[in-house]
């Protein structure tokens, strides 16, 4: 029994400082950087100009920077061709101060985005989405596996609350794609949750929901997670950035609806302020990664 997690719901719940935490990640990653005499080089490719991309790319780039990384970023025109941006991989691949490689996504739509994330070397995939590295995940494999940034800062802010012992939590993650929902729900299942993917095609979610010690909201719509669907005491982690319009310009909210449910739960990450800085803190945590096996040479598996 982890006494730093209350059996029963509270009014005032904890609210998770994403920022505190990721900031507290990124220390630790640039002493790593100064002790180790290591200079880790992410490289990050934006394509096409999307506003929210760029914002994103950047804060990528200046993280890196200021965690003592050498770091490049590549911007490409929206009209940019596959086989341009398969070369630029190539070449990138082959690099040996690049010890990770980032494409931001969406791609526009004459690039094949599955082909061009295969063609990342999975020593270098940075986001772990070629198919080594989630297969690596899957079984299990983690001390190879680079593992997507967003589920591990996700699952990051849920050990900060509970510790590290998950063993037997239920877990419900809402969402499936293969950026979040599927690669949070194997990290769960990883540390012995009882996990359950809830999706679009799910008959009663919120029935599921409600069964959940630990709730993952990914699905990108804004207060889809209402307080019917949360067990009191429930820790909720709600990885949705959703901008929705309002008399006074727009502003981000959450799948989760943030005022009816917090006062339920134990503890819940806000939006903005919970997962999204810890995206960007495990990047630089996958990247020291990489660059660490690549520098010393060790192969996975080794
Ligand atoms: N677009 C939205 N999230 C991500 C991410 O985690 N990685 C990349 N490459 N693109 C994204």
Redesign the pocket.
């Known amino acids: 029994m982890n006494t730093a997690f209350p059996s029963s719901p509270t009014s005032t719940p904890h609210i998770i400082d994403g920022k505190a935490a990721a900031q507290a990640v990124l220390i630790n990653v640039k002493a790593a950087v100064e002790a180790e005499g290591l200079t880790p080089g992410l490289a990050v490719v934006l394509v096409g100009n999307d506003p929210a991309?760029a914002v994103?790319v950047r804060n990528k780039s200046r993280r890196a920077e200021e965690c003592g990384f050498l770091s490049r970023q590549y911007d490409l025109p929206a009209d940019a061709s596959e086989a341009r941006l398969l070369e630029l991989i190539t070449e990138l691949n082959a690099d040996p101060a690049i010890h990770g490689i980032?494409?931001?996504?969406?791609l526009p739509e004459q690039i094949n985005a599955y082909k061009v994330i295969q063609a990342i070397d999975p020593l270098k995939d940075v986001?772990g989405f070629h198919y080594v590295n989630v297969g690596h995940l899957s079984t299990g494999a983690m001390k190879e596996a680079l593992v997507?940034?967003?589920p591990l800062g996700a699952l990051h802010l849920i050990q900060s609350v509970i510790g590290n012992d998950l063993r037997g939590k239920h877990a419900v993650v809402i969402g499936r794609s293969n950026?979040v929902g599927k690669p949070m729900a194997n990290l769960l299942l990883q540390h012995d949750c009882t996990v359950t993917l809830v999706h679009s095609r799910t008959a009663d979610p919120a029935a599921v929901c409600r069964q959940a010690d630990i709730v993952v909201a990914a699905v990108g719509v804004p207060g889809l997670v209402k307080a019917d669907w949360i067990k009191p005491g429930a820790i909720v982690i709600d990885v949705g950035i959703n901008r929705v319009e309002t008399p006074d310009g727009g502003r981000l909210v959450g799948d989760v609806d943030y005022a009816t449910v917090a006062p339920l739960s134990t503890a819940i990450t806000p939006v903005p302020g919970g997962v999204g800085p810890m995206?960007i803190a495990m990047l630089m945590q996958n990247t020291l990664k990489a660059a660490r096996r690549l520098t010393t040479g060790e192969q996975p598996g080794e």
């Open positions: 991309s994103y980032l494409v931001q996504l969406p986001d997507p940034c967003t950026i995206t």
